[in-house]
Nanobody, 120 residues
Framework: QVQLVESGGGLVQPGGSLRLSCAAS????????MYWVRQAPGKGLEWVSS????????YYADSVKGRFTISRDNAKNTLYMHMNSLTSEDTAVYYC?????????????WGQGTQVTVSS
C-alpha cells in the first residue's frame, strides 16, 4: 500500500529556514512526479511545488519561487523541500502527494501533513 509520511515541520521565526521530508513507500517512487501542497488556516489547498521523476524538472508557485527548493532522493524514496526566508504567510500544514500518472487526474495519495508555523 502507498504510504507518504511528512516530517520536519515546526516553529520558526520569520526569515528562518526549514527542511521538510516525505518518506514514500508502497510504489515505485522514481516513476512518479511528486508534489508539495499546503493548507493555511482557514484556507483551501494551495499547490506549492512539483518535481519530475528524475528531479530534472521542477515547478514552483510564484509565492515561493526563489525561496523554496524541491528535491528528491530516489535511492532513499524521499522527497524534500528546503524552505528559506520564511514569512508568516508560509504558515500552513504541508503535504506531499503522489501523481496519478493519468492525464487530467491529480494526486491520488497524500501524507498526513506536517505543521509549519512562522511566528516571532
Amino acid at each position: 500500500q502507498v504510504q507518504l509520511v511528512e516530517s520536519g515541520g515546526g516553529l520558526v521565526q520569520p526569515g528562518g529556514s526549514l527542511r521538510l521530508s516525505c518518506a514514500a513507500s508502497g510504489f515505485t517512487f522514481s516513476s512518479y512526479w511528486m508534489y508539495w501542497v499546503r493548507q493555511a488556516p482557514g484556507k483551501g489547498l494551495e499547490w506549492v511545488s512539483s518535481i519530475k521523476e528524475g528531479g530534472e524538472i521542477t515547478y514552483y508557485a510564484d509565492s515561493v519561487k526563489g525561496r523554496f527548493t524541491i528535491s528528491r532522493d530516489n535511492a532513499k524514496n524521499t522527497l524534500y523541500m528546503h524552505m528559506n526566508s520564511l514569512t508568516s504567510e508560509d504558515t500552513a500544514v504541508y503535504y506531499c502527494a503522489k501523481d496519478t500518472g493519468v492525464p487530467g487526474v491529480s494526486a491520488d495519495y497524500w501524507g498526513q501533513g506536517t505543521q509549519v508555523t512562522v511566528s516571532s
